[in-house]
C-alpha cells in the first residue's frame, strides 16, 4: 500500500514487557520473507516493515540473536515474541537501535489498519506446505 505520508506506530511483545514506537516512510513496503531461517524463527514467514526511528520505551527482557554474520533479531525473552530484524555487522553484537533502521514485525504493532502485504522475498526457500496465491510480486531471493 503506497502512503503520502509517514504513519507513526507503536507495538508490543504478547507479554508487554517490551514496548516500542517509530515511524515508517510512506516508500516502505510490508514484506513476507519466506527463507529458512524467518520461517524457523517466526513459525511461517515474516511480515514486517522497515522502521526509522525506532525506539524501545520499555526494554523489559529484550535480546538480540546473531542470526547470520549479518544480521540480528530481536525478541522478548520473556514471552519469546518475535519482534525486530536488523542488518547489523558489528562482531560484539550491541545495536543502538534509536535511530536505527529495523525491520518490525507486523503482527508486534498496535495499529497495523493502514499496512497492507506488498510483496514476498526468498519465495525459492517457502515451505511445501503452502501455496502464495494473492497475486503479489514474488522474488526468489531478497
Known sequence: MTRSEPFDFTGRCLCGSVGFSGRFHPTDALTACHCGQCRIWSGHYWASISAVGLVVEREGDLKWYRSSEAAMRGFCG????????????EPEGRIAVSAAVVEVAAGALDRTAPLKLARH??????????????????????
Open 78 to 89: 520473556t514471552c519469546g515474541s518475535s519482534l525486530f530484524w536488523r542488518e547489523d555487522h
Open 121 to 142: 522475498i526468498f519465495v525459492a526457500d517457502k515451505g511445501d506446505y503452502y501455496d502464495i496465491t494473492d497475486g503479489l510480486p514474488q522474488f526468489p531471493q531478497g
